[in-house]
């Protein structure tokens, strides 16, 4: 009961775009708690919010200006607390997103440390010289392309950004950094959120001196070559760890209940493991391998058995299809077929440990086609349509009448909405066989056999695209996810959830046939 998160459902909000409050077209923390019940009838048992502090929101909120607050178009603190306290009364936990990698520029801590090189926060973010004149004092590439390094006019020297211009990089070899965090940590967890979101958590702690990233080798990851190096020296540095001890050991002073589950965007399963140390670092370590790999079934069961091979002992693995900085799994895994959603969502649940789900994927929503026009996200601005986060970050789908149940009638909402006459969440609950049952069933049927939520995994077979996976003793998973219709052999028992609902109840006696894009879990009868 403690560790809690160890097979738990989450629920991802992106909190401007769940449920706008106050008619002004963005969404806001009361519309959250007002949404509550829907969580609760779904079933999940945590949500995390992505980023509420106050901002300037040139990255939408990760880019924080004072970590112990609320953001105005969100709330007020005392809007946080009503929905920590409506969510414990649910038996939904709040879990925040933290940005510790950097701040905004316009917090205070960044505006008295470029006001003078002796000032008391200067050296809690990361300085350096010119080696060339006018050049920065490294290659260091942004995540968002580009110099890594910003000069301060000011102060008359180069700051790190690892992002934005306007996100300067903290420095985490500073003790009061530290420091302050764990005041942080505190803050919030006194209280009652349940734990955090870690962002960019591969990312935090950089070179002491400094070096040059390398260029990338044939082999490297893709995003390696759009940059041109590999970022050695300024990711995933062996040094992070220590702060994850340092954290885990924070929240279990706590309780074992605090979570902590880090966006860990590294290239392999290897590197990731690193983050659970011990089972004394991260409690879950967001696997990107497998939420970025193409939705096949040989590549998504090879990932899957390798990360169970590599989990540290006693270590749970999280699974995730969709995210605010990717395209949503509809349209991404999916390409835009319902069943093939389906079968996304039936593998995400049916898998061994933690889940968590976007909002919008319980009704299949897919990306929304964003006019360039209303784009607001810089880094879909200058980059779409190889990256495009607006696509995914389109308000809730409530209803199919004007404001879609998410703001007043007639106000525009901060993005425009998707298709709302074909995903949303009245015509769904309406309908026994749609896709929001389907997840809501799936959530019930975890409930209600505990070994879909911590029995093994067992790779059955991968052929042809389709994907069989034991759990426990009994229970079967199939997807089909190739072109032809395919036979999961050996499974005798009943149907206990299809992606074709008509199939529930079915018995199956040696062999089932399911079509392309069909999944089913099947309940075994063991023998004797
Ligand atoms: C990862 C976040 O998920 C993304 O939205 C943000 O732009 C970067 N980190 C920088 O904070």
């Known amino acids: ?77 005392a809007d946080m607390d009503a929905l920590i306290e409506a969510g414990r009364e649910r038996g939904i936990r709040i879990v925040l997103d933290l940005v510790p990698n950097h701040t905004s520029a316009a917090h205070p801590w960044f505006q008295d440390a470029r006001s003078s090189r002796t000032s008391e926060h200067r050296d809690w973010y990361v300085w350096g010289d010119s080696k060339v004149e006018g050049e920065p004092p490294n290659n260091w590439t942004s995540s968002f392309l580009g110099s890594a390094w910003g000069y301060d006019e000011g102060a008359g020297q180069w700051y790190l950004h690892n992002f934005l211009r306007g996100q300067p990089d903290l420095n985490w070899w500073n003790a009061d950094v530290r420091d302050e965090f764990d005041r942080i940590y505190r803050f919030w967890f006194d209280r009652g959120v349940a734990g955090f979101r870690i962002d960019v958590a591969h990312m935090i702690i950089k070179d002491k001196e400094l070096r040059d990233n390398p260029p990338p080798e044939d082999s490297d990851f893709l995003l390696d070559h759009i940059r041109g190096q590999v970022p050695l020296y300024n990711s995933n540095r062996p040094e992070v760890h220590e702060i994850y ?122 990306d929304t086609d964003v006019p360039l026009d209303r784009l607001l996200d810089p880094v879909t601005i200058k980059l779409q349509p190889v990256l495009n986060r607006d696509a995914a970050r389109t308000p809730m789908q409530w209803e199919a009448s004007d404001g879609a149940g998410f703001t007043t009638p007639g106000v525009e909402p901060w993005l425009p909405f998707g298709d709302v006459a074909a995903y949303n969440v009245a015509s769904q609950r309406d309908d026994r066989s749609s896709t929001l049952h389907f997840v809501r069933d799936l959530i019930a049927l975890r409930r209600e056999r505990p ?78």
């Open 1 to 77: 009961m403690s560790e809690w998160w160890r097979d738990a459902v989450c629920y991802q909000i992106y909190p401007r775009s769940y449920m706008d409050s106050n008619g002004d077209g963005v969404g806001d923390l009361p519309g959250i708690t007002s949404r509550l019940d829907h969580l609760q009838w779904l079933g999940v048992e945590c949500i995390w919010l992505s980023p509420t502090f106050p901002s300037p929101n040139e990255d939408w909120g990760y880019d924080v200006a004072d970590y112990y607050g609320v953001h105005p178009d969100l709330g007020t603190l």
């Open 245 to 366: 001890q340092r954290w885990r050991a924070l929240a279990e002073d706590y309780d074992e209940s605090k979570m902590l589950v880090g966006e860990t965007f590294v290239p392999s399963l290897d590197q990731l493991m690193a983050y659970y140390g011990q089972g004394d670092e991260l409690s879950l370590a967001f696997n990107f391998p497998f939420l970025t790999a193409p939705f096949e079934a040989d590549g998504l069961c090879a990932l899957v058995e390798r990360t169970e091979e590599l989990l540290p002992n006693g270590c749970v693995p999280v699974w995730t299809g969709s995210n605010h900085d990717m395209s949503r799994l509809p349209t991404r895994w999916a390409g835009g077929a319902p069943d093939r959603t389906r079968c996304a969502l039936l593998m995400l649940l049916a898998l061994r440990g933690a889940v968590f789900l976007y909002y919008g994927d319980e009704v299949g929503l897919p």
């Open 451 to 528: 070994e879909l939520r911590t029995g093994a995994y067992t790779t059955l077979y991968s052929r042809d695209g389709l994907w069989a996976w034991r759990r426990g003793d009994s229970t079967v998973s199939a997807v089909n996810l190739g072109e032809s219709a395919a036979n999961v052999d050996g499974a005798r028992g009943t149907v206990l959830i299809g992606t074709d609902r008509a199939r529930d109840g079915e018995k199956v006696d040696g062999a089932l046939r399911l079509e392309p894009n069909e999944g089913v879990l099947v309940g075994e009868e063991l023998s004797s």
